[in-house]
């Protein structure tokens, strides 16, 4: 299949690695945009505690460094770049910071782009585990209004 825009979500795991390489054997086109969405520490922090929404606490530091969430995505992306490149691909960055969840991350920049495929690993967990641990693929899968291609784990 040829395209001229396909946007590949990358968060650094074995599923998504392995979305890369999928994408290099089936898949050719113009443009490979390597997606990491990320999540500001603060945001991931407060989720956890279940202090969502609360103010941030004066112990976060307030712009005197950059986000370590932040630099861990631009580590994650350049690597996932990277791997497009050695998979034939004419690949480029592409960042953007989750102001909800990381699925609408992922379908607002293929909206915004306009791309012709959304690619992405899956864990591959079904049944009580899927329940509980909301599947970011499946939720792409539901809400991308344009061809997505999910590539499962290995068996």
Not at 43 to 55: F, I, N, T
Not at 80 to 98: D, K, Y
Not at 124 to 140: D, F, N, P, R, Y
């Amino acid at each position: 299949m040829s395209c001229d825009r396909m946007l590949i979500a990358y968060d650094g795991s074995p599923h998504a690695k392995r979305a890369i390489e999928y994408a290099g054997r089936f898949l050719a086109a113009d443009r490979a945009i390597l997606l990491t969405a990320w999540e500001p520490m603060v945001r991931q922090a407060a989720r956890v505690s279940g202090m969502a929404g609360v103010m941030q606490p004066d112990w976060v530091p307030d712009g005197e460094r950059e986000d370590i969430a932040f630099t861990d995505a631009k580590e994650i992306n350049a690597e996932g770049v990277a791997l497009a490149g050695a998979a034939g691909m004419n690949a480029e960055a592409r960042m953007v910071e989750s102001r909800t969840t990381i699925w609408n991350a992922i379908v607002d920049t293929a909206d915004e782009l306009d791309v012709d495929i959304i690619v992405a690993g899956t864990r591959g967990v079904s049944g009580l585990k899927a329940l509980v641990h909301s599947s970011v693929a499946e939720a792409v899968l539901k809400h991308g209004h344009r061809p997505v291609l999910l590539v499962p784990p290995p068996e």
